[in-house]
């Protein structure tokens, strides 16, 4: 009976000196110089191979690294140049998880969500999206991201509608997608595109409603089409660009200038392209 | 086969005893309750992830039961000395490892059947709990991948035989059946990187690319039987590939097997 009380006495020392222990070095560890993380991620070839038959699973892990990683900068006050050096560090993990298994679209949605709020970060964003966009050929969403990226953060409203025109070719696209598309085609001077692209996408399209939305600006597109040809034969025939779309009707180019079915009216504008006062939107009360 | 049967059936029963089985089907289930875990920190593809922890897990548990119970079954003979009283019985040696293997293919069979379980309940309880994330999920991809897992394992303990039919000490078998599946899962890629070096900007000498091929044709190309993307995406896999996988890991294992049984026939025991 006494040996075993003695025993436990001793155990209970034990624990109680573990605990202190673990307390008081865990303090000093604190101050022990500890080497930099300096982020460092393998490069994919490398990482493939390492990773085996776990590609998968591995990708899982590198996500949910680069999902950590960017939480500090939440729950810390981080400097803007160390801020910097966790958005290259979320980037490389996030790279890395698509670099295991490029299907996966956890790591595109996360990085086009959260890194690009800094602009600099938009062109690698990009290439990331990239490695993506013709594997997970039943997404629309990658080349989504894509076309707002070129966009929005490049200006770069060709690029941009192709991605989009290749989105709303893909299953269950959002309608909005199409309009955007040739509505950014015909921005960057690509009326003739945009004309086609949304010729195809009606073709498939069975949704009442929905073919009535692009039958309108497919007939506004074509119009436009119209008379850009209109001014490139009154420069060939004449010698100059006209001043006004009347130019073309006095000198009998066209017959008549068409009516736009927003219900604005053309004019060349000053860059020498063919617009509507409607800017191709419904006026805000109906039409 | 009359000879074969009974020594594969003590084998199975053998391996199922075997106190290691239970703390590798003990991870596996902690693996698996993981997967609820792991899935809740998900955005999207939460039926990806489900799956990719659930085939890893199995795959993983099932390396390690190859490795860790699979050799002790035919190199414990051989380390105790109670091969004699086996050889001794009116059995060729031929036979013997033909009943070994069967024996344990057996147990390789029943334990991915019994760990494909589960990972087919986890999958499910985590579709169940987030049902709006599994938009490309199918279960055929998962079970033809646990079936292919299956073959892998199999091929892998049919290596583990060859190692263990002309070492000693059942410790090189581990070392070298171990460094057979990394070898396994790599050659491919690594053939693959030698002979287009430029790619990633390296310089290969046409030893080491002899010395890749060489290595490319004797070791297993175990990479063939990772189907494990394919079906967390359900990315198409052509019935003609799984057709082939399949042919190939029977051929590469009974050539092994029946290489196993050749030099087993003609080893010396002190």
Known sequence: MRRVAVGVLLLICLGMAHVFLLENTSRAQRVLPQPQDSGYVLPGPLLRLIAGEFRGLAADIYFLKGLVTFGRTLEQR?????????????????????????????????????????????PKINTMLEKGLYLRDWDWMLPFYLGFNHFYYLQDNVKASEYLMLGAQRPNAMPLLTTLAARLAYKGNRTENAIGFLRGILSKTEDEKTRELYQTRLEALEKIFYLER?????????????????????????????????????????????????????????? | MKAIWPLAVITFKEGIRNRAIYGIFLLALLLFAANFLICGMIMQEVGKV????????????????????????????????????????????????????????????????????????????????????????????????????ALMLVLLAALSFLFASFTTSSFVTLVLTVVSYFIGHGVSAIKALVEAPEAVGIEVSAATVRLVKAAYYMFPNLSLFDIKIQAAHNLEIPWTYLAGTIAYGLVYTIMIVFLAGLIFSRREFP
């Not at chain 1, 490029?102 to 890194?115: E, I, Q, R």
């Not at chain 1, 025939?237 to 009347?246: R, S, V």
């Not at chain 1, 009516?259 to 504008?269: K, L, Q, R």
């Not at chain 2, 147990?107 to 379980?117: C, D, E, Q």
Request: aromatic letters at 14%; charged letters at 20%.
């Open chain 1, 230 to 287: 209109a001014v490139a034969y009154h420069l060939e025939q004449f010698g100059d660009e006209p001043k006004d779309l009347q130019a073309l009707v006095r000198r009998g180019v066209i017959p008549e200038i068409p009516a736009d079915p927003y219900g604005g009216s053309f004019f060349i504008a000053d860059d020498g392209s063919i617009q509507s006062t409607s800017d191709l939107v419904y006026a805000k009360d109906g039409k």
């Open chain 2, 50 to 149: 489900a799956v990719d922890i659930a085939l890893s897990a199995v795959s993983f548990s099932g390396l390690l039961l190859v490795l860790f119970v699979g050799i002790n079954l035919l190199a414990k003979d051989l380390d105790r000395r109670t091969i004699y009283m086996v050889l001794a019985r009116p059995i060729s040696r031929g036979q013997y490892i033909w009943g070994k293997f069967v024996g344990m293919t057996l147990l390789i069979f029943t334990a991915v059947a019994s760990l494909g379980g589960c990972a087919l309940l986890s999958i499910g309880s985590v579709r169940f709990a987030f049902p709006n994330y599994f938009p490309r999920f199918a279960w055929e991809p998962v079970l033809w991948a646990l079936a292919l897992i």
């Open chain 1, 78 to 122: 981080v400097e803007d140049a160390e801020k910097e050096q966790v958005w290259q560090q979320v980037f490389a993990l996030l790279d890395a998880a698509t670099d295991l298994d490029p299907y996966f679209f956890d790591p595109y949605y996360f990085a086009n969500a959260s890194l690009s709020r800094n602009p600099a970060m938009v």
